[in-house]
């Protein structure tokens, strides 16, 4: 079992900058990737960013140059760190760990952002 804890989530102005982390534990080593979710009031649940264990990245197009996926294994710990930050990147971010093994996606409690114009 992977357990997952977000942090540092907040209220940001417009063109501002905030930077997320997320610690995991539990079955570390069984981890294939990990990434970042987003989900606004009344949308769906979103990707964000994600990354492999071999540190090869992802973004959605919404937030590519804007955002950096990062992950340092020996804290077990992977980053989002977001810059430029628009009022429609106002979310609740959740860290997500995938897998493989068990095909099984595990989700931290989530951390909002919030981006004021």
């Known amino acids: 079992q992977v357990q997952l804890v977000e942090s540092g989530g907040g209220l940001v102005q417009f063109g501002g900058s905030l930077r997320l982390s997320c610690v995991a534990s539990?079955?570390?080593?069984?981890?294939?990737?990990m990434g970042w979710y987003r989900q606004a009031p009344g949308k769906q649940r979103e990707l964000v960013a994600t990354?492999?264990?071999?540190?090869?990245?992802n973004y959605a197009d919404s937030v590519k140059g804007r955002f950096t996926i990062s992950r340092d294994n020996a804290k077990n710990t992977v980053y989002l760190q977001m810059n430029s930050l628009k009022p429609e990147d106002t979310a609740v971010y959740y860290c997500?760990?995938?897998?493989?093994?068990?095909?099984?996606?595990?989700w931290g409690q989530g951390t909002q952002v919030t981006v004021s114009s």
């Open positions: 997500n760990a995938f897998v493989a093994a068990v095909s099984g996606h595990y």
């Open positions: 539990g079955g570390i080593f069984r981890i294939n990737v």
């Open positions: 990354i492999t264990s071999g540190g090869s990245a």
